[in-house]
């Protein structure tokens, strides 16, 4: 049993993430079932694992999936609905009224079949999603054979899903239950915003997460317009008025945080928490550029997030990376600020470390599941290739994925999306979505 193993992937350049800044070239990754047995180099692997089955890399780097720690999967069926705007216009004029007449369990459905499959095809393996209809998402995840950690979102105003708080967690909380044994699958507690969301449903919420032991996902100091909103009706910034009600913590994530001072840098760093940066998202609606330099010499875990199709307008976490990277250096003035290294740690393993599963994903080591992506670098525009990390974050792009494994189970190969739901059934899907958002 010990010499015995299913699969071995060989790739020119292998990034395990984990030890940091290490490439290894010629080496092979081996797995038995759902779990990575081993890293070594070539020649040995092949010695030692003769009767394995072989994928060989010969133009590749192989890294580990791409965790996008936020996104809202079902609203890629509005994808282009209402861009251009800022956030709370966007959201009170477009989104809001839109989800109001169409989202339903089947749009949820839907929506994260078409989400999961441009993930995917993007090398993203794992996401943490925060969206109505929790069930229908976990049943798309789960049909994509793609890992989920699903928000039980909670809102003080009724929506077609809930009539408030209450019921947003009477529902949510009875799908985690049904789910709860899932490989695949987990849950976060996911209130919205601080501007959603009252004082009493965010004790609750606090309570709730130590007692169930899952984190709480929330957006967080997006706007500079929800920093005087709450100054204005509370007295205070939102994250001090989180930490008055007991949220933030180690398993919180809070999504955007672009408008911090050093008050909330000090919150954050003292509790521990996570940051989920969305630098397209923030860019495309004007809200702002986070200060994630600042963040990672702190030690506050950091990592990205693609926010959904409706603002950003793509799942793509190779576009994150790069904007991550990029935009840090222009707000530094630093041009080693975020360097490529940092960019990918925070796409995998930063990501896998906010929802508690750095035991299990996030980096090429041994005992850890096999969520794997394959970047061909050997194409004339990834030509010549000095350092492989440097052009898997400004270089290379979604198009040069060509094999994706997900629990040792290969989701796209040569680059095909092999999913159950053929390319044909999901247009069908999208063109009478598309019929009914215009009507």
């Known amino acids: 049993m010990e010499n015995t193993a299913d699969l071995l992937i060989e790739a020119r350049w292998i990034v395990p993430v984990e030890p940091a800044g290490v490439t290894l070239e010629a080496h092979t990754v081996v797995l038995r079932g759902n779990k990575i047995l081993a ?12 009767a ?3 994928v060989s890399l010969p133009e590749h780097l192989l890294c580990p999936g791409f965790v996008n720690l936020h996104t809202h999967a079902a609203m890629s069926l509005m994808r282009g609905i209402a861009d251009d705007l800022p956030l709370m216009r966007w959201l009170q004029e477009a989104i809001w009224p839109a989800e109001s007449r169409h989202v339903s369990a089947a749009f949820v459905r839907d929506g994260t079949l078409l989400a999961a499959a441009e993930m995917l095809r993007g090398g993203t ?3 943490n999603d925060m969206y109505f209809y929790p069930d229908a ?7 994509a054979g793609m890992r989920a950690v699903l928000g039980v979102v909670v809102l003080d105003f009724p929506t077609p899903y809930a009539t408030g708080a209450d019921d ?30 009252s004082d009493d449903a965010l004790q609750r919420v606090a309570s709730l997460a130590a007692e169930i032991e899952v984190p709480i996902h929330i957006h967080i100091h997006e706007t500079a317009q929800e920093i005087g909103d709450s100054l204005t009706q509370h007295g205070t910034r939102p994250l001090t008025r989180l930490e008055r009600l007991g949220l933030p913590g180690t398993n919180f994530i809070g999504v955007h945080a672009v408008h911090l001072d050093a008050t909330d840098i000090d919150l954050l760093a003292r509790h521990g928490c996570s940051i989920a940066h969305c630098p397209t998202s923030n860019m495309k609606l004007a809200s702002g550029i986070a200060p994630v330099d600042t963040l990672l010499k702190r030690g506050i875990n950091v990592g990205l997030g693609t926010d959904g199709a409706a603002s950003n307008n793509r799942l793509d976490m190779f576009t994150e990376m790069r904007h991550a990277a990029l935009l840090a250096k222009a707000a530094t003035g630093d041009a080693s600020a975020v360097p490529a290294h940092t960019a990918l740690r925070m796409a ?3 990501g896998a470390a906010a929802l508690g599963l750095a035991e299990r994903i996030g980096s090429i080591e041994p005992g850890k599941l096999a969520d794997l ?13 000095f350092d492989p990390v440097s052009h898997l974050v400004y270089v290379a792009g979604r198009e040069h994925v060509t094999h994706v494994w997900v629990d040792g ?9 092999l999913l159950h739901t053929r390319d044909s059934e999901l247009l069908r899907l999208i063109a009478m979505w598309h019929t009914k958002l215009v009507s």
């Open 348 to 350: 995998t393993l930063n």
């Open 409 to 417: 189970e290969l989701k796209i190969d040569g680059g095909k999306c």
């Open 137 to 143: 998402a976990a049943d798309a995840f789960d049909q």
């Open 373 to 385: 992506c394959a970047v061909r670098l050997g194409t004339p525009e990834t030509l010549p290739c």
């Open 52 to 54: 394995a089955s072989i």
């Open 39 to 50: 890293l070594l180099p070539r020649d040995q692997a092949r010695q030692r694992y003769p």
């Open 125 to 127: 393996t794992t996401c």
């Open 168 to 197: 947003c967690l009477r529902k949510g909380l009875a799908v985690r239950d049904r789910w709860r044994d899932h490989p695949r699958v987990g849950f976060t507690l996911a209130p919205h915003a601080p501007y959603t969301v």
